[in-house]
DNA sequence: TTGAAAGCGATACCAG
DNA sequence: CTGGTATCGCTTTCAA
């Protein structure tokens, strides 16, 4: 069923239907009635590709993250989903390509092979050579998350920079002295991920400003993970007092690591971070944390993507987010139990 | 740049680019070699819309699940990252439309603009009308679970019947006599959900068999719900010492309940259910469930929908997995603590 | 082993 | 307001 056989069935020519189609061009009412009448019948829609292809765009758009192997995290999963809808609703179609470097077979295909008009990249590195590569070829994109020099590009972004030191701020406030940092695993730290080298940054100057004892761990991605960080730093600092964590994929093995420690939160340890909300909310106590406006943040990179599109040549725009810390059940001040003092040191039962 | 292009600088037809490229026609090593530096000099990547245009095929096959407002549960998140590396690895594209009707834009667009080869769907009903869509289009699509009647169709499911009447058995055979059931949201168990219905049925079942008595709950998909619904159980029935849950989302609040209540787990209460094992794990004590093979099911489904493409015309195929339960930390024998008699009943404070 | 040309199914320009 | 036709970039048949 294409375009041809509804002209021949409505006695019309092939580009009449098409005008009637896209009002491009003015039909008058009798023929389109009649056109439409034909297109109900024999439920008809125009070929994707053959559009793509006479008109340059394909209504698609990529969404670029990094292969996973075993398991994403749910952050990077509430990104998803939030651009597909935002998408959706504008009438832009996802394709997804788990592509890390721009060598992928994957990476490739969207961009060299034209499949879609414009990408989101998520996951972005402070040097990102896909990123590199898009701005060069001036192919419209945005980025969730900011490279070192964001200058002149589009994006949406945390600042993980004052998000953590909120954290720091807020631990501080309550009176912990000696407090730990859980990052994202060193594996990425050392591939140069924003969140983990910003939010790092963030931690340990707020710490020196308020004369924080710290030390700051890399922790993979998983609750066993969690639980083996948390029992080093109970050995290697007893009296440490609260943690900041970027890592909510590791948050329950870090409750379930306390719990063996026989650290009761809030009363005698703090935990708090930057995680989304419905992450924070699944664990008990409940999380104090700065959220993740996940779906906020994909909605506007779609936004800026499909504006970006619409207007070529615009200048770059950007969203820089600051949630503020929502307070839950899981920091509380310091020294409520004096716990490093009265008990033997975890970690090394 | 385009095929024409790259035959004029290589100084041959187009035709033979395209059979240098595709191999469907012997070409001279001297000439595949003068094609071959003329294309990487420039860069040349064949665009996808013309070649879907011109052999009908797009490479692309679409993944269909029902739009979540807010926010996906982990399960279907680890569902879409599952498809899109299986899909990757074969060089396939993923796209996404989330529509829980036929009659969606996006479900539209994927099947009746023919932006996708085939699809595959999530989070089937047993009477499913987008099923019965494809179904009558004799459009190639792959279902992750089955309908009540799956006969003649293409799927990967669970055996929910058996994994629901598994845990069942578990906690009877650890002597529990009062069980409740906590299920997916009731207007998911209205819409008819596969899992929500055949985990009851198993439940029921398996509960009348081993003469338990129970109580079965609806409950949201979100810790909050959870939690509410523990309230109401142990109101309802506080001699209820154990409980099965499909309701992944709904398993921290669940455990929330449980220790506002001052149940232990697992001396004092048993929870097991089907879940995800990276949500199982995440909990502490870690879940004892059957472990949802997410991974395991993305992949199976694409093999399938790529195995369909391939041979049209073939015998449906399916695959019915009955993932074990894991044994972790969650359940234990009844009556360690003999609860309700020496405690008032809780969610009454 | 290679070239020429006819599609694939739309869009949009040029005429009338 | 409508029709005819070139065009998008690639695949594949037909001929040589």
Known sequence: MNIGEIA??????????SYALS???????????KIQRVIDDLGYRPNASARALANGRT?????????????????????????????????????????????????QRLLG???????ILMEIRLEDERVDHLARLDFPSVTIGRTARPG??????????ALAAACVHHLADLGHRRVAFVNRPEQLLRAGYESAHRGL??????????GLAVRTYCCGDDPASGQACLERILHEDPATTALVTLNEAALGGLYRGLA??????PRD?????????????????QLTAADVPAEEMGRRAVDLLIERLDHPGGAPRHHLLTPPISLRASTGPAGGASFAETTPPAGTS
Chains 1, 2 share one sequence.
């Open 8 to 17: 021949r069935r409505a006695g019309v020519a092939r580009s009449t239907v």
């Open 23 to 33: 009002g491009k061009r003015p039909v008058s009412d009798e023929t389109r009635e």
């Open 59 to 107: 209504s698609t758009i990529g969404l670029v993250f990094p292969p996973a192997g075993n398991h994403y995290t749910g952050m990077q999963l509430d990104f998803i989903g939030s651009v597909v809808e935002a998408a959706a609703a504008r009438d832009y179609d996802v394709l997804l390509s788990p592509s890390g470097m721009d060598s992928d077979r994957s990476f």
């Open 113 to 119: 092979e034209r499949r879609v008009d414009g990408a």
């Open 152 to 161: 002149g590009t589009w994006w949406v972004g945390l600042d993980h920079t």
């Open 201 to 210: 940054d963030g931690f340990t100057k707020a710490a020196a400003e308020r």
């Open 260 to 265: 063996h420690a026989g650290r009761h939160l």
């Open 269 to 285: 340890f703090s935990v708090t971070g930057v995680v989304a909300s419905r992450w924070a909310e699944t664990v008990t106590p």
